[in-house]
């Protein structure tokens, strides 16, 4: 959601830039707790291991953003046309299903506010008529999308920074221990059953670096602006989710619907809880439309590049996709409908698993484009080709770690963009940009 706030004409400088990249890197604060609980406090170890590899990510996307020349994309160096529309199109896929997972998120809150127990069924349904209000607020321009995205943005980071500071008061040593292994897992055991969470607080690093012509000495800042947001990310990300671990029961945490409104039932009363989870519900459905936005507006440029139909191309008089949104919408009902889980706690599980391994295949693809990237642009650097063999390696550990059941239908989801590929958008004109 960077893209909203970064200045179209003026560059920024490092420290602004780092705020930026910051923000962009909070929408995976809302269920993080009550996912991080599922394997216990002993994820700490995970949260170190993704931190550092993540970083070693950040620095090789930096770098990516520095020596690519096309407007086509990273992948394009090593895989040509095909191998940049695979990752646009696992990109896309990816967006889609992280934006299911956020209205899970809005209705697991709002089931916590109202006091309602949901069958799946309801739940799927209610996910669904957030989709569809989400989307349909796109529908008149995006004077509105900015400033509820910025909003929506407070409305999370507000709660979790109060959290991060005044729940160190209520903190229990004996609630964080009994929270510390639950299921008994050796250290490597819960790095692993943990990694996908972790992971998916970093998620969107990637294109912090794609606009290097935005930022002031782009080949100093940016590497230094993205490393160090990772660094705030990961940070911030510990003291919250150790915090609460400190304060609710796991027992509670792990099945929880909203722990940061139960967070602070616990600290201030259930009058506080009930405030901070109408915070989180503004949060999130905030966040869902202007990311409902952005996969549009993701949608509407490869329409252009000949990589998707023309229909998600067209836009109304006010610039908007709203056709290619509806398209975008329904696409996202069926998946509602096709993750159907016991507890929205489940179905929001699955759903991270699914848009991780789709996330991470344009991450392998760009991470083996690299060395031939920096070669193309006159460079050789060992810690550069280092960083994408680490960062590729990262990759692939972080997809298996994602479940059997994600890698299959990650890999459905491969096949079926080359089937795509081949079919459609391979037969079409190359424009050469976005």
Same mark, same amino acid.
């Not at 046309?81 to 990752?87: C, D, H």
């Not at 990109?91 to 809005?106: D, E, F, K, Q, T």
């Not at 909003?151 to 500071?165: E, F, H, W």
């Given at each position: 959601m960077r893209e909203f706030f970064m200045p179209q004409n003026n560059k920024v400088g490092l420290i602004q830039f780092t705020i930026l990249t910051t923000v962009s890197m909070t929408d995976g604060i809302i269920m993080l707790p009550t996912m991080v609980a599922t394997v216990g406090a002993i994820s700490i170890y995970a949260w170190?291991?993704?931190? @550092?590899?993540?970083?070693?990510?950040?620095?090789?996307? #930096?770098?990516? %953003?520095?020596? =690519?020349?096309? *407007?086509?994309?990273?992948?394009?160096?090593?895989?040509?046309?095909?191998?940049?529309?695979?990752?646009?199109?696992?990109?896309?896929?990816?967006?889609?299903?992280?934006?299911?997972?956020?209205?899970?998120?809005?209705?697991?809150?709002?089931?916590?506010?109202?006091?309602?127990?949901?069958?799946?069924?309801?739940?799927?349904?209610?996910?669904?008529?957030?989709?569809?209000?989400?989307?349909?607020?796109?529908?008149?321009?995006?004077?509105?999308?900015?400033?509820?995205?910025?909003?929506?943005?407070?409305?999370?980071?507000?709660?979790?920074?109060?959290?991060?500071?005044?729940?160190?008061?209520?903190?229990?040593?004996?609630?964080?221990?009994?929270?510390?292994?639950?299921?008994?897992?050796?250290?490597?055991?819960? @790095?692993?059953?943990?990694?996908?969470?972790?992971?998916? #607080?970093?998620? %969107?690093?990637? =294109?912090?670096? *794609?606009?290097?012509?935005?930022?002031?000495?782009?080949?100093?800042?940016?590497?230094?602006?993205?490393?160090?947001?990772t660094i705030i990310i990961g940070i911030f990300s510990i003291i919250y989710t150790t915090v609460i671990q400190g304060i609710v029961p796991n027992s509670v945490l792990s099945v929880s619907n909203a722990p940061f409104g139960d967070a602070f039932a616990y600290m201030y009363g259930p009058v506080a809880g009930r405030i901070v989870t109408a915070f989180m519900i503004f949060g999130c459905a905030g966040a869902l439309i202007a990311w409902q936005f952005t996969l549009g507006e993701l949608l509407r440029e490869s329409a252009g590049e000949g990589y998707f139909p023309e229909i998600f191309g067209k836009v109304t008089k006010d610039g908007v996709p709203v056709k290619g949104m509806i398209v975008m919408v329904l696409i996202q009902l069926i998946m509602i409908f096709f993750t159907i889980s016991p507890t929205m706690v489940k179905q929001f599980d699955v759903l991270i698993q699914l848009a991780t391994v789709d996330n991470l295949v344009p991450y392998v693809l760009a991470m083996a484009a690299l060395d031939i990237m920096q070669k193309e642009a006159g460079h050789n650097e060992r810690t550069t080709r280092l960083a994408a063999v680490i960062g590729g390696a990262y990759s692939m550990y972080a997809t298996y770690q994602c479940g059997m059941d994600a890698v299959t239908a990650g890999m459905m989801t491969v096949l079926l963009g080359y089937m795509i590929y081949g079919v459609y958008a391979g037969q079409k004109p190359y424009t050469g940009h976005l």
């Open positions: 170190i291991e993704t931190i @550092i590899c993540v970083m070693i990510l950040a620095y090789a996307f #930096a770098k990516c %953003g520095a020596y =690519s020349k096309k *407007s086509g994309g990273y992948a394009e160096y090593a895989f040509g046309r095909s191998g940049n529309f695979i990752a646009n199109f696992t990109y896309a896929i990816a967006l889609m299903i992280a934006n299911v997972g956020i209205a899970i998120s809005v209705v697991a809150y709002s089931s916590a506010f109202f006091d309602v127990e949901l069958s799946p069924a309801d739940a799927a349904f209610l996910a669904g008529v957030v989709m569809i209000m989400t989307t349909a607020a796109n529908f008149w321009g995006t004077r509105m999308t900015v400033k509820l995205g910025f909003t929506a943005m407070m409305c999370k980071l507000i709660p979790a920074a109060i959290m991060s500071i005044c729940g160190l008061y209520f903190f229990d040593p004996q609630i964080f221990h009994a929270a510390w292994n639950p299921h008994h897992y050796t250290a490597v055991r819960a @790095i692993g059953a943990a990694n996908s969470f972790t992971l998916w #607080a970093f998620l %969107g690093l990637e =294109s912090a670096c *794609s606009n290097m012509d935005r930022v002031e000495n782009p080949r100093k800042n940016v590497p230094v602006a993205v490393l160090s947001a």
